[in-house]
């Protein structure tokens, strides 16, 4: 593994002085909410070394952002262009609806992040498909900048380049850049909207980006938008352009009270980044749709061969089928179609299989998928014990990619040592870093 060479050699550096770089790593634990490694508040949890990649892997990451999104772009245009084709994906009335409506520019996922199950560029599953509320590079970005502080960091880098691509200038870059080359050259007013349950300081910072670059932004809860003059507003801030995190299954269970941000969609009020249009990618379903035939005849050889290869094997949960999967329970995962982040998730192989019989009682009426489980090769990373011992031990990784504008941007990598790696879970979020030898 790529990782574990560069694993083995930070792992001897901490060997010959471990009491002080023990020290130096609680001095940098400390510094997770001031930098802002937080989710929902609570401290990221991370270790003491980051993920460490190198050019060809790089290169590897790009050919599958470029084979996915030209498949991705085909199968938009698709269901877009085919009454026939969109009935596979079983869409209620308002999200087609929406969907339909055209964003106003050509790329159809502008923001995404992509999570992979990524061994090496022949062995690699697709995990999930971020196209709605892309999020977490403030927590990536923060904990880079913490670790870039640290003394192992100093120690490392003298053998080392370490390069880190900011995710979070790199997303209110390319939402400018795609509305001001497709929508409109000036400066406009921008909401970044959601629905609002607590002080999201990921879209604070955003928010401080936009406004450096002398544009007016507001963070605002989606329910309180108002639809006044054939526009859209926030406050008395007429908006122009919105950075959309409210993912779909939240707007369409609260449509009554979003009904002024929706006619307003729908009516071409302002420009949406990412428009609705990326509900296509975020539901769990797509993982089925795309093995299936009709999928297959609007795609080329080599992208189809890719799917077969790294999409895992979906289908959409029946009761009446379920003893075939109680039978094979330790080969699949249990999804909601319209879940995130890991919610109402379930692994077979962790249950027995009489409490795998009850979740599939509890979900008997829900829309779920069951899904091949894919399990990487673990890669090596440190963990103390105590300030005076180390250990090299293995993690699973789950690779997460984000894509700006249909180009990479840079990793984000949670690695953990259960069945599951999320929030969920017992996890760690590791920064990372391009790395090469210093010349």
């Known amino acids: 593994m790529f990782n574990d060479k560069y694993a083995n050699q930070y792992y001897k550096l901490i060997q010959k002085n471990t009491e002080n770089y023990y020290k130096d790593y609680q001095k940098s634990l400390k510094k997770r909410i ?28 790009k050919k599958i952002i470029k084979t996915f999104m030209s498949i991705a772009k085909k199968v938009t245009k698709k269901y877009v262009e085919d009454e026939d084709y969109r009935k ?20 159809d996922i502008p923001i995404a992040r992509i999570d992979i199950m990524y061994d090496n560029k022949d062995s690699f599953k697709f995990c999930e498909i971020n196209t709605d509320g892309s999020s977490a590079m403030l927590e ?54 959601d629905i609002i349950e607590f002080d999201n300081i ?27 003059n054939g526009s859209l507003y926030a406050d008395d801030m007429k908006i122009d352009l919105v950075y959309r995190r409210l993912v779909t299954s939240d707007l369409i269970d609260h449509q009554q009270e979003c009904q002024d941000f929706i006619d307003s969609y729908l009516n071409g009020e302002f420009t949406s980044i990412g428009s609705l249009r990326t509900s296509i990618f975020y539901t769990k379903d797509i993982f089925r749709i795309l093995r299936l035939d009709q999928t297959k005849k609007i795609l080329s050889q080599e992208e189809n ?5 790294h999409i895992p094997f979906t289908e959409t949960f029946a009761y009446n089928n379920k003893d075939q999967i109680i039978k094979n329970k330790d080969k699949y995962i249990l999804k909601p179609k319209q879940g995130y982040a890991s919610h ?41 014990k105590d300030e005076k011992e180390v250990d090299l031990e293995d993690f699973s990784t789950v690779t997460g990619l984000f894509v700006y504008n249909n180009k990479l ?4 990598m949670r690695i ?17 870093f391009k790395i090469s030898k210093k010349i």
């Not at 061969?305 to 290869?309: G, L, P, R, S």
């Open 140 to 193: 990536d970005l923060a904990l880079a900048k913490i670790y870039m502080e640290s003394k192992i960091y100093e120690d490392f880098s003298k053998s080392y380049k370490l390069e880190k691509n900011n995710s979070l200038e790199g997303v209110v870059d390319s939402i400018l850049e795609l509305y001001n080359k497709e929508v409109d050259t000036k400066k406009p007013n921008v909401a970044i909207v």
């Open 305 to 309: 061969d890719f799917i077969t290869k």
């Open 202 to 228: 990921e879209f604070e910072e955003i928010q401080k980006l936009f406004k450096e670059k002398g544009i007016e932004a507001k963070i605002v809860d989606v329910r309180d938008l108002k639809r006044k």
């Open 88 to 107: 596979i994906f079983n869409f209620d009335p308002l999200t087609e609806k929406l969907i339909l409506k055209d964003p106003g520019y050509s790329i």
């Open 344 to 384: 109402g998730v379930f692994i077979g192989k962790d249950l027995t299989e009489e409490a795998f019989k009850e979740k599939l009682e509890e979900i008997k009426d829900l829309d779920y998928i069951y899904q091949e489980y894919y399990t990487v090769e673990p890669m090596k990373f440190i963990k103390f």
């Open 409 to 412: 941007s840079s990793p984000y």
């Open 34 to 61: 001031p930098f802002g490694a937080t989710y929902k508040k609570e401290e990221v949890p991370t270790l003491y070394q980051g993920f460490f990649y190198d050019e060809e892997t790089e290169k590897e990451y």
């Open 416 to 432: 953990g040592q259960e069945s599951m790696i999320s929030s969920l879970a017992a996890y760690y979020v590791v920064p990372a």
